[in-house]
């Protein structure tokens, strides 16, 4: 009897605080506000709001712990709110039965969720650069291994435009002339194209690959000879990603060297004096821009258990931004769409990623969800991210990311599923299914690892990715599969429809608008509109649709392809599939479909139409109908 006259003096408090009647079996939004001009002592009400989400969560926990009947609305008023730790949602913040939380921003108001700081007194230096001290009483660092990178800025923003991490050069890329020793960590360059001069403590090399990029330190350049040595191996494990494992003179670029700082945003960190150095315009003044440096790797983690999962937690018209990421021990042997080599440590393999159960591992996201149910992001936006963006992992349902912007991301703008087939009790399947990204704008993933996506979906079923805008992207826009053969997996009746994809492919190559992997049976493209692909940068080509590896039992149906440079669909060992009703236009002298190691018997090719196409003819708009009877044209 105690125990429940406990339970209801805590209802009764709260529905007094909230205004809510004290029917137990009332179903009433119950809401929390949240401002900064709030105070984290006060109730959460509207006269009385907290400052700090945070504390709405916790306001929020004890309304489940106390018998919660109806939903609950966190209300956020306009502002930028900077989080000192990842916000963590677990059991403790799942709403019984079929109730929901909603965190929102207030009516009209923009809410920033930031997991960076903004960096101040700034001054000029002797060097004209402007200067501030990176580590003050916000920044107590705890002592760093020698030689090991630390969690020192890798990104910053200004006035929301992503900084340039001082590089050289400042646009495009120098060429290595010839690997060299293991083919994996020295390489001559040419003198002529750049001669160095100053230190190369702490300098970092990017190398792309066909599909892929690694980032990892220099250790030595030696001028007389122009030979770079390297201090990580480039690449992922296998022997196609030496120094010249695909194109014979590779692209490459350098970062962080003070000697590079030379252009308007370029910043570099000095560790020696503690300082970060930025170069403005002319006209620009720290003092008025924002200059934000992200410090959390994640901003929000949604983690319930393998035997049960947090449900309902949403978020509605809220905004996400300044997340970090790291240079890992080992730098980025990189492999594709954002995962990289798991590197040695000290001579010691590290363990296997609990996550993947492998020895690679994938950049860290702003968003991180798994053991999840019915959770999800509406209106939102995901921005100025140093890692991924979204992250729809292990035993994800039914989780959904709709009418959103997603841009200027370091790795893959949205990931859903794992990397393996996950076996559950009985030997049934158990893998992430029935997750939703419908609606949304996805644009400028990859600027740390180029070889990101717009949407990665690897070993996931039924998932659908409808109808979004997927554009301006170094690689693929959307990728779905993870398997290199055609045995069977848990990657199978996903749907990629009716999405707008273009202007993808624009610094790698050997992917596509959509590029599938693997056995998929009853996978379904259809509808995609897909254009403005250029020529191949490496070694392979990029196409409209490309079906890479063990590609089989997929549905290719009223696909419309056009400003493709190269063949607007390619299969590589790919199996059975179906072509149905696409129409594809391609140039004079290039194939409409190319087989590379692929029988064609293996394509069913029904009622498709494949039109030559004059170069300076303009590719068919979304409001313009396509012409289905001009010559020439085949159909099959």
């Not at 030595?220 to 120094?243: Q, T, Y």
């Not at 841009?407 to 703008?413: K, L, N, T």
């Not at 996903?494 to 999405?499: A, E, F, L, Y």
Request: aromatic residues 8%.
């Amino acid at each position: 009897m105690t125990v429940l006259k406990s339970v209801t003096l805590a209802v009764v408090m709260w529905c007094t605080m909230f205004g809510c009647s004290l029917d137990l079996n009332a179903t009433s939004t119950h809401k929390v506000y949240v401002a900064l001009t709030g105070d984290d002592l006060n109730d959460g009400s509207l006269e009385f709001p907290v400052r700090s989400i945070h504390r709405a969560q916790a306001l929020v926990r004890e309304m489940i712990d106390a018998g919660l009947q109806g939903d609950v609305e966190v209300q956020i008023a306009g502002g930028v709110y900077h989080l000192a730790e990842t916000l963590e949602f677990g059991l403790k913040d799942s709403p019984p039965g079929k109730l929901q939380v909603i965190y929102r921003s207030a009516p009209e108001s923009t809410v920033v969720i930031s997991g960076g700081f903004e960096l101040d007194n700034w001054h000029r230096n002797g060097t004209g650069a402007w200067e501030a001290l990176w580590r003050d009483a916000r920044q107590k660092s705890a002592p760093q291994v020698a030689d090991e990178p630390s969690p020192v800025p890798r990104q910053l923003f200004i006035d929301g435009v992503r900084g340039i991490r001082a590089r050289h050069p400042d646009s495009g890329y120098f060429r290595v002339r010839q690997a060299l020793g293991d083919l994996r960590t020295e390489f001559e360059f040419d003198s002529e194209q750049w001669t160095h001069t100053g230190s190369v403590h702490r300098m970092e090399l990017a190398l792309l690959h066909d599909w892929s990029m690694s980032r990892v330190r220099v250790k030595e350049i030696d001028v007389e000879k122009s030979i770079v040595k390297l201090a990580e191996r480039i690449g992922g494990p296998h022997d196609f990603f030496r120094i010249n494992g695909f194109e014979k003179e590779p692209r490459f670029f350098l970062e962080n060297s003070v000697s590079f700082m030379n252009a308007p945003n370029e910043f570099f960190f000095d560790r020696e004096r503690n300082t970060v150095q930025l170069v403005l315009a002319a006209d620009e003044n720290p003092e008025r821009v924002a200059i934000t440096v992200p410090r959390l790797e994640t901003l929000i983690r949604i983690v319930g258990t393998e035997k049960k999962p947090v449900r309902g937690i949403r978020f509605f018209g809220l905004g996400f931004s300044h997340s970090s990421c790291p240079l890992p021990p080992g730098g980025y042997g990189g492999i594709q769409a954002s995962y990289f080599e798991n590197r040695l440590i000290s001579g010691q393999l590290r363990k296997l990623d609990t996550e993947t159960e492998s020895t690679h591992l994938r950049l860290p996201a702003a968003i991180e969800i798994s053991f999840a149910e019915d959770c999800g992001f509406s209106r939102s936006a995901f921005s100025h991210l140093g890692g991924g963006g979204i992250y729809f992992g292990r035993q994800a349902k039914n989780c959904f990311v709709k009418s959103s912007r997603i841009e200027d991301v370091g790795g893959c703008g949205v990931m859903i599923g794992e990397t393996l087939t996950r076996k559950a009790p009985l030997e049934q399947v158990d893998v992430c299914h029935g997750n939703l990204i419908e609606g949304n704008k996805i644009s400028r993933c990859g600027q740390v690892l180029l070889g990101s996506v717009g949407v990665w979906v690897g070993i996931a079923s039924q998932t659908e990715v409808l109808s979004n805008e997927i554009f301006n992207l170094p690689y693929s826009g959307v990728s779905v599969g993870w398997q290199w053969n055609d045995q069977p997996s848990g990657c199978k009746q996903n749907r990629i429809c009716n999405n707008r994809i273009h202007d993808i492919m624009l610094e790698l190559s050997d992917g596509g608008g959509i590029y599938t992997l693997g056995r998929q049976p009853g996978t379904v493209l259809l509808g995609n509109r897909i254009s403005d692909i250029p020529s191949n940068h490496g070694r392979a080509e990029s196409n409209g649709i490309f079906m890479d590896q063990g590609s089989s039992e997929i549905l290719v149906e009223g696909n419309v392809i056009s400003g493709v440079q190269c063949s607007p669909i390619r299969f590589h060992l790919a199996g059975q599939n179906t072509l149905k009703k696409n129409q594809c236009f391609h140039l004079p002298g290039v194939e409409p479909l190319r087989f590379n190691n692929t029988p064609k018997a293996n394509i069913e090719i029904i009622d498709n139409l494949f039109r030559m196409k004059n170069p300076k003819e303009t590719s068919p708009s979304d409001d313009q109908k396509l012409p289905l009877k001009k010559t020439p044209e085949t159909r099959f």
